[in-house]
């Protein structure tokens, strides 16, 4: 520890439209004191996701984050002292420990996490990027082998690990990512079968020269324009998991909803369902042994795409939010 500083990012105002750096500041706080029933952690990976930007337009599957507070974030952190049964120091665990070097948590709101190298894989493939994936798809995409499986946001934390699942399992998949390198890593790497470049302008006809026997599972993180070519391509008794709507959460909101709803879902008998990975935990065992099994096999490869620095931790969301990274962004802290 560095004396009785501890550094930490607030989000000083919340944005109108595009996320900038003048949002954020970097403050001087003071160092944490654990009460009873809490941990002193000290922050090792900060996780950046699309949802750290859908957190301040208001309230969602946890409250909002609000101006002149520490940005929310959950982190891979090591406990220094606890004041809480069955956490020591050493132990690694995983939290909302929000954008600072060290945070006083509740034990009751960490999970214990296995000491593993490269830690960094607790906040990919074996954290919540991994199981997002692996529930949901296989519990609401429910993909059979020979069917069609279309993911957007193709080349992220999530899409990446989505689409080389669906492949295990014996699937056709088509990954929806931005630019021609993306697309062609999803190919040449990832071993998805086909990729469409949504800034080709022309996702439609693309996706049915893709997919000419239509899409029988579509994993959406983006909504918007993406969902709607999706959607008349679906077949019928298709089914949609609704994981996130990037497209909607930076900058002014569209100025449509995707068209075809709800008539398509109703001619097509579709099944388009939102999910949020925590209420999958209960089983975060079983799909933990598949992941791994799959990654020591060489089956599901793990990108990652590491930012030194919390001063950085601004600028590397807003990348994000852009579309530069491949695979899981994170933010290494060097305390």
């Known amino acids: 520890m560095s004396g009785n500083t501890n550094r930490q990012i607030l989000l000083v105002e919340k944005p109108s439209g595009k996320l900038g750096p003048e949002h954020f500041k970097m403050i001087d706080g003071a160092m944490p004191e654990p009460k009873d029933g809490e941990a002193l952690l000290r922050v090792r990976y900060i996780s950046l996701d699309a949802a750290n930007r859908a957190w301040m337009h208001g ?11 520490v940005m929310a974030g959950g982190a891979i952190a ?25 945070a006083a948590v509740p034990a009751k709101h960490l999970t214990k996490m296995p000491k593993l190298e490269p830690m960094t894989h607790l906040l990919s493939v074996f954290g919540i990027a991994g199981l997002t994936a692996y529930f949901g798809l296989l519990e609401v995409g429910k993909p059979k082998e020979g069917e069609t499986v279309v993911v957007s946001a193709a080349a992220g934390s999530v899409g990446s690990i989505v689409g080389q699942i669906a492949k295990i399992k014996g699937c056709r998949v088509i990954g929806i990512a931005g630019g021609a390198d993306k697309c062609r890593w999803l190919t040449s790497e990832l071993g998805f079968d086909a990729a469409v470049d949504y800034k080709d302008g022309a996702v439609f006809k693309a996706l049915r020269a893709a997919a000419p026997k239509g ?19 679906m077949n019928n008794y298709g089914r949609i998991a609704c994981c996130g709507a990037i497209s909607q959460y930076d900058g002014a909101p569209a100025a449509h909803g995707p068209r075809g709803v709800p008539g398509l879902i109703v001619v ?32 599901l490869k793990v990108q ?17 939010l852009a579309g ?12």
């Open 78 to 102: 090591e406990v220094v002292s606890s004041k809480a049964p069955g956490l020591a120091p050493g132990d690694i665990v995983f939290g909302d420990t929000g954008w600072q070097e060290f």
């Open 324 to 335: 530069e990274n491949r695979g899981k962004r994170m933010v290494k802290l060097a305390t």
């Open 59 to 69: 309230a969602t599957y946890r409250s909002a984050v609000e101006a002149n507070s």
């Open 268 to 299: 097509k008998r579709l099944v388009m369902q939102g999910f949020i990975v925590m209420d999958y935990m209960k089983d975060s065992q079983r799909a933990l042994a598949d992941l791994q099994a799959w990654v020591k096999s060489g089956k």
């Open 304 to 320: 990652e795409d590491i930012i030194d620095g919390l001063e950085n931790t601004p600028k590397a969301l807003i990348g994000l």
């Open 215 to 233: 899409i029988d599972v579509y994993f959406d993180n983006v909504g918007g324009d993406i969902l709607e070519a999706c959607l008349p391509q």
